[in-house]
């Protein structure tokens, strides 16, 4: 969704329909019209539930995702932003590049390896920015 799309997010899903123990899981969490990305996964776990469908619901209800927590989107200027020193090891510059598939790497496939390699998603988020990897698709469906 591009910026003048802001605020008409459940246009993207026009057979969807509301889910009252989502939305009330997420109405708890929310923060006037948005919600972080940690909250929503937070639901989705609660709920044991797909991130994808909590982001059908999140668009529902015209919330806007904030604080990405690989850091691609949703923070205030000065957080969030990537670490353009990162250094980047040859294995896990090996292991991203195996996750990749057309030029592009999942959120999930990122999570897991943030885990993998002990690092903080955030990291992940900039080094694939360092090394020009696209992250695509968010487990939310925000991008």
């Not at 003048?4 to 993207?12: F, I, L, M, T, V």
């Not at 919600?35 to 919330?63: F, W």
């Not at 195996?98 to 999570?111: D, H, M, Q, V």
């Not at 993998?116 to 988020?125: A, L, N, V, Y």
């Amino acid at each position: 969704m591009t910026h003048e799309d802001r605020g008409h997010y459940a246009g993207k899903h026009p057979q969807r329909k509301i889910d009252p123990v989502v939305v009330e899981k997420l109405e708890k969490l929310k923060d006037i019209n948005q919600i972080t990305c940690a909250a929503a996964h937070r639901v989705a776990s609660d709920l044991n539930i797909s991130p994808k469908e909590v982001g059908v619901q999140v668009d529902l209800m015209e919330l806007r995702l904030v604080q990405c927590q690989l850091g691609l989107f949703g923070h205030t200027p000065g957080s969030g932003q990537s670490d353009k020193e990162i250094r980047v090891s040859d294995d896990l510059k090996l292991r991203l590049e195996k996750a990749t598939k057309e030029g592009r790497i999942s959120c999930k496939a990122c999570w897991d390896i943030a885990r993998e390699f002990k690092m903080s998603r955030m990291d992940i988020g900039s080094v694939c920015k360092k090394i020009d990897l696209r992250i695509k698709p968010c487990q939310l469906g925000t991008f």
